[in-house]
């Protein structure tokens, strides 16, 4: 009988590969990641207002590299 891990360090421990499902427990946390400036709530009154702020957020996430540019 043979078993595959799903989730497994690469010797010399540069390189973690996860397989299944990683679980960040509560009061843990997890650090490297980028984090995007951030947007205040909205105030718009109309669709235009709503886009602009909408369009604000996504350029902030772009900025910081969570999410792929135009």
Same mark, same amino acid.
């Given at each position: 009988?043979?078993?595959?891990?799903?989730?497994?360090?690469? #010797?010399?421990?540069?390189?973690?590969?996860?397989?299944?499902? !990683?679980?960040?427990?509560?009061? &843990?946390?997890?650090?490297? +990641?980028?984090?995007?400036?951030? #947007?205040?709530?909205?105030?718009?009154?109309?669709?235009?207002? !709503?886009?602009?702020?909408?369009? &604000?957020?996504?350029?902030? +996430?772009?900025?910081?590299?969570?999410?792929?540019?135009?």
């Amino acid at each position: 009988m043979s078993y595959n891990t799903k989730n497994y360090t690469e #010797q010399g421990g540069e390189k973690t590969v996860i397989g299944g499902v !990683l679980e960040i427990k509560e009061g &843990a946390s997890v650090t490297g +990641l980028p984090i995007a400036e951030n #947007q205040v709530d909205s105030t718009a009154i109309d669709v235009a207002g !709503l886009v602009t702020d909408f369009n &604000a957020l996504l350029a902030k +996430l772009k900025a910081a590299g969570l999410m792929e540019s135009d």
